[in-house]
T-cell receptor
């Protein structure tokens, strides 16, 4: 079964450092997403990406965050100048389309710890 | 996006059938209903999706009444490994799924 893969599975970083989380979406999917889940809290939408552009973003996704599809397979989330409150599980996801009925598939997540 | 309401927690025993009901009174005409399962420290895993009536796959069944204002996820003969949080989601715009707290299912031996 095709799956979304994410690296690293766990990263510890110093406050103020930059972090890049990587994802390989399912190969024939066109829409890509990042979500995050702070420990003990709900899964939260961060951003959706299509055709090399951000199509929607949440209030959480401020100037500290950026996304990129640097090549035909990878999709990355960059967090500049990390803060303690950025510690969370970050999930990449992808879907073939973007209307209800198109299933969004999630990766296993990258656990980011900011110290 | 339609708001969903589901029980916060449920307990069951191995081998039993578990039914988790979700209400979504404001579901829109084009909205599909999707259920995900999440284990601790893992990503949400797609279980099943439907629009109306009944959908069945190798993992679960989804029952949707004619008015579509609720849906029931049915897990046949649960095992300890089915202990997880189950989320009911309805529709999405721009890939923006709105996750609630989900239903924490605890399966006991």
């Amino acid at each position: 079964e095709p799956e979304v893969t994410q690296t690293p599975s766990h990263q510890v970083t110093q406050m103020g450092q930059e972090v890049i989380l990587r994802c390989v979406p399912i190969s024939n999917h066109l829409y890509f997403y990042w979500y995050r889940q702070i420990l003990g809290q709900k899964v939260e939408f961060l951003v959706s990406f299509y055709n090399n552009e951000i199509s929607e973003k949440s209030e959480i996704f401020d100037d500290q965050f950026s996304v990129e599809r640097p090549d035909g397979s990878n999709f990355t989330l960059k967090i500049r100048s990390t803060k303690l409150e950025d510690s969370a599980m970050y999930f990449c996801a992808s879907s073939p389309g973007q209307i209800s009925g198109n299933t969004i598939y999630f990766g296993e997540g990258s656990w980011l710890t900011v110290v | 996006l339609a708001k969903t309401t589901q029980p916060i927690s449920m307990d069951s025993y191995e081998g039993q059938e578990v039914n988790i009901t979700c209400s979504h009174n404001n579901i829109a005409t084009n909205d599909y209903i999707t259920w995900y399962q999440q284990f601790p420290s893992q990503g949400p895993r797609f279980i099943i999706q439907g629009y109306k009536t009944k959908v069945t796959n190798e993992v679960a069944s989804l029952f949707i009444p004619a008015d579509r204002k609720s849906s029931t996820l049915s897990l046949p003969r649960v095992s300890l490994s089915d202990t997880a949080v189950y989320y009911c989601l309805v529709g999405y715009q721009g890939g923006k799924l709105i996750f609630g707290q989900g239903t924490e299912l605890s399966v006991k031996p």
